[in-house]
């Protein structure tokens, strides 16, 4: 379970350094990149671990599964909720497909 927690935080910082200054495009690019820096270091501060950690149990491939499910997730949560954002059907019907692939690679056989 603290893989996933892990992985879910650094996902949640991950997010908010690559989109969080869509709201700021007044900000001068040079300072949006050195704060998204600041912020991807903390988030691999988290990720890191998660997957030294998850690898014990894991692949490498079931790990990164996990992350990019997370990640879908996340994203969609700070879109709407931040970005202000719909979130259409479309989004669901891939999300969805994801979702059957997540199923073949943690399917034991």
């Given at each position: ?45 988290l990720q890191v671990p ?33 970005l202000k954002e719909d ?23």
């Amino acid at each position: 379970m603290l893989p996933v927690l892990l992985l879910t935080a650094s996902n949640i910082f991950m997010t908010i350094a690559w989109y969080g200054h869509l709201k700021y495009k007044h900000s001068p690019l040079w300072i949006v990149i050195l704060v998204s820096w600041g912020i991807a270091l903390f988030e691999y501060c988290l990720q890191v671990p998660a997957n030294r950690i998850g690898h014990s149990t894991f692949s490498a491939a079931q790990l990164k599964t996990m992350q990019e499910v997370i990640t879908l997730v996340v994203f969609s949560v700070f879109s709407i909720v931040y970005l202000k954002e719909d979130f259409k059907w479309n989004y669901l019907v891939g999300f969805a497909l994801i979702i059957g692939a997540v199923f073949f690679i943690f399917k034991k056989w």
